[in-house]
């Protein structure tokens, strides 16, 4: 008894060998394959801190690679850029809570993008530039300063005070609004509010040396105005 398939198999065959006969004789042109170049500067990638979870470091360690890469750029936020400077395999200068380049001045995750650029301006594809994340804390406040220490001010005029947390290496440290009062030696002048990060102080209508104060927690510091006449 025959079966069906030998039939359908020999057809199959047969078709193919005609594909290729036909092919290798045909007369006409047919277009070579042209393999994809890729222009520019790869994606590459990115690495902060050889993957670590969390950092104290504002400017940590990137590891980057590209292929064809000249310049390099860095942002926080994949839109707003730090200006070009050499394509390096590592960089320690990006500072990542800033308010700049697309940064923030917080703890919490934080994300750092870069482009790249060869020497004819070529970019690196646009879509999906590479990134890494990290988890950034504030170190401990260990000191507070009144910005600015020392200014002039004219009889009766306003002038807004800032205060403002250090660490151990004198990075500014975010401070609880809540926790700071203002304080004015012997009364004289007066302020907008007595607690918050800032302040607006009135110079009284004497001139004369003052002297103001802030405080949080267990920390203090003081702050002189030379009140002169108009």
């Known amino acids: 008894m025959k079966r069906p398939y030998r039939k359908t198999t020999y057809l199959l065959y047969t078709l193919i060998l005609f594909i290729l ?22 994606n590459g990638t990115l690495l902060i801190e050889s993957g670590a979870d969390t950092t104290f470091d504002r400017t940590p360690t990137l590891t980057i690679y590209s292929e064809g890469a000249d310049y390099m750029s860095f942002s926080g936020d994949s839109t707003n850029w730090s200006e070009w400077i050499e394509y390096d395999s590592t ?8 308010n700049f380049n697309g940064t923030e001045f917080s ?4 994300y750092v993008y870069v482009r790249f650029k060869d020497e004819d301006g070529k970019l690196s594809p646009p ?4 990134f890494d994340t990290i988890n950034y804390e504030f170190k401990d406040v260990k000191s507070i300063k009144i910005i600015p220490s020392e200014t002039t001010m004219t009889i009766g005029s306003n002038y807004m005070f800032e205060v403002k947390g250090y660490d151990i290496d004198s990075n500014e440290i975010p401070l609880d609004g809540s926790q700071v009062i203002w304080e004015k030696s012997c009364g004289v002048g007066s302020f ?13 209508t004497t001139a004369g040396e003052r002297d103001i104060m802030a405080s949080c927690g267990p920390f203090r510091t003081g702050a002189k105005i030379v009140v002169v006449n108009k």
Do not use: Q
């Open 127 to 130: 879509d999906n530039p590479a």
């Open 107 to 110: 703890a919490g995750l934080k």
């Open 91 to 98: 960089y320690e200068e990006f500072n990542i809570v800033n």
């Open 21 to 42: 006969f036909w092919t290798g004789c045909s007369t006409t042109d047919i277009a070579p394959i042209i393999p994809i170049i890729i222009v520019g500067p790869t």
């Open 192 to 204: 907008s509010n007595t607690s918050g990060i800032t302040t607006t102080y009135t110079a009284p």
